[in-house]
């Protein structure tokens, strides 16, 4: 008889920032030990406490509460000290400081409770055109980014939060948004061997969970996305490397999964293709489906009891390993916020000769004014916190847009100021951007777009605090950007 219910590897997300009667009941009765946490649970530090400690009361001993804080424009809880992007770490290159910020990340988030992060990402960005991995990957080199997520990782398990490394077997080369679609890496065994697969293989050691990811790789497994595919994750993963740490899927609620393949049957395919927990957001109503397909699927014997007693095994090592409960370090706080902002400056790069405009020189600051959020990066920032970045220079006018990829160069006054463009979206500008000519460009988000305008441009990776501090002060001839851009953007 099997000593474990198929709840237990399900991890959910919730509605709110607080526990509803509703909700917890749900938990309980489906067994769910575990919860994912989105900016739309995150209130105060306050309502936080409150919701982890409901929730641990709720998940029991065991429970395993995972978010994504891994930096950059990926970060859920803003309260906490805001960890640089990996690429920002990446242009600095410093290991050491890359495990001091895994440290501080994993400080904040267990003052908190939460015991499980879904970072560092292993991802190798060598494709510009991505447009969802970019700056959240330490480097387009795949020994880079295995040697400072490694640093990173031994960091944040060091302070007693599980890593999650993601997103298996690689989503650096993709022009698509698994979010919004099913992408393809069509490369052979050997091609994925060279680069995707080095970081992934040379942390499979140390890294306690990993993310699958929802991309076909057709070589390998033409009719299945790695999530669901028993040759990438029983194969590769499990028999060739002998992976025997938890693996989780991505959200199957993304549209790259849910529409090919519906919560049910992919829930079911997830674990018999060697995964021991699938994420299922949605609706209570969604969320059990996915939990009935499980156990109807074990009831029948699709889904052998030893493969869910091996499944709950490794979640229930995590859990004992890295336990859910709050410990604070108001102590470190400040320390930890101090180190981010140094390790943001430390990643700002200039790229073709760029430099501040002189304090006293007119400038004409062209930005877009509000940039919504794309539901996997926060919001970015506001005109107005781009603005702010010149408030120590004397003559400094203001052309805000609605959208900066409708900029009309040609409409750009010729009269002595110099022009400073601030990039504060993630997407790329595209084909119109190959006119513009401004005396210097300031991208706050996505790098790649150093590769849309020609000229001058300092890249700071980011838009947290820090980053904007550590601009901020470059402009004001404070600081020299010294970090290093990776291939392919220099």
């Not at 000290?81 to 988030?109: N, T």
């Not at 790259?256 to 997830?270: C, I, N, P, Q, T």
């Amino acid at each position: 008889m099997s000593t474990f219910d198929p709840g237990r590897l399900v991890m959910v997300d919730i509605p709110g920032k607080s526990l509803d009667a509703e909700t917890a009941a749900f938990l309980r009765e489906q067994k769910i030990r575990s919860v994912c946490l989105f900016r739309k649970n995150i209130g105060s530090e306050g309502e936080v406490r409150a919701l982890m400690a409901d929730l641990i009361e709720v998940l029991g001993p065991q429970a395993l509460i995972g978010i994504d804080q891994e930096g950059g424009a990926v970060v859920r809880v803003t309260f906490l000290p805001q960890p640089p992007s990996a690429m920002a770490l990446g242009a600095s290159g410093d290991a050491e400081r890359a495990e001091a910020v895994g440290a501080a990340v994993a400080r904040g988030l267990k003052s908190l409770g939460i015991n499980w992060n879904f970072a560092p990402v292993l991802d190798v960005n060598n494709n510009p055109a991505n447009p969802v991995i970019g700056e959240r990957s330490f480097s387009s080199d795949p020994v880079k980014v295995s040697r400072l997520a490694a640093a990173w990782m031994r960091g944040s398990l060091s302070e007693g939060v599980a890593c999650c490394v993601k997103h298996f077997p690689g989503h650096g080369d993709t022009h698509v948004d698994s979010h919004h679609a099913l992408p393809t890496v069509d490369k052979s065994r050997a091609e994925l061997n060279a680069l995707e697969l080095v970081p992934f293989k040379a942390l499979a050691s140390q890294a306690p969970a990993m993310m699958t990811a929802h991309i076909v790789y057709p070589q390998i497994d033409p009719d299945r996305p790695a999530t669901l595919s028993p040759q990438l994750i029983g194969g590769i993963l499990r028999q060739d490397w002998g992976y025997d740490g938890v693996v989780i899927t991505d959200a199957l609620m993304m549209k790259a999964v849910a529409e090919r393949f519906g919560y049910a049957k992919s829930a079911v395919m997830a674990i018999e293709a060697g995964a021991d927990m699938v994420l299922a957001q949605g609706s209570l109503a969604e969320q059990r489906v996915a939990i009935n397909a499980l156990r109807q699927a074990f009831a029948s014997g699709r889904l052998t009891a030893e493969q869910g007693e091996t499944a709950a095994g490794r979640l229930d090592r995590l859990a004992a390993a890295y336990p859910a409960r709050a410990v604070a370090n108001d102590a470190a706080r400040a320390a930890d916020h101090e180190l981010m902002a140094e390790a943001w400056a430390a990643g700002l790069t200039a790229l073709r000769g760029a430099r501040p405009p002189a304090l006293t020189a007119p400038i004409r600051v062209i930005v877009q004014g509000d940039v919504p959020t794309d539901m996997v990066s926060e919001a970015g920032p506001t005109g107005r916190q781009a603005v702010a970045l010149f408030e120590a220079f004397a003559d400094a006018q203001v052309q805000m847009v609605d959208d900066i990829a409708q900029l009309d160069w040609t409409r750009v006054p010729r009269d002595g100021r110099t022009n400073v463009l601030v990039s504060t979206r993630r997407a790329r500008y595209g084909l119109a951007a190959s006119e513009w000519r401004p005396d210097l460009h300031l991208s706050l988000w996505n790098p790649y777009q150093a590769l849309d305008v020609a000229g001058p441009t300092v890249l700071s990776w980011g838009f947290a605090p820090g980053a904007l501090a550590g601009l901020k002060a470059w402009l004001e001839g404070r600081v020299q950007a010294t970090g290093r851009a990776p291939q392919g953007l220099q």
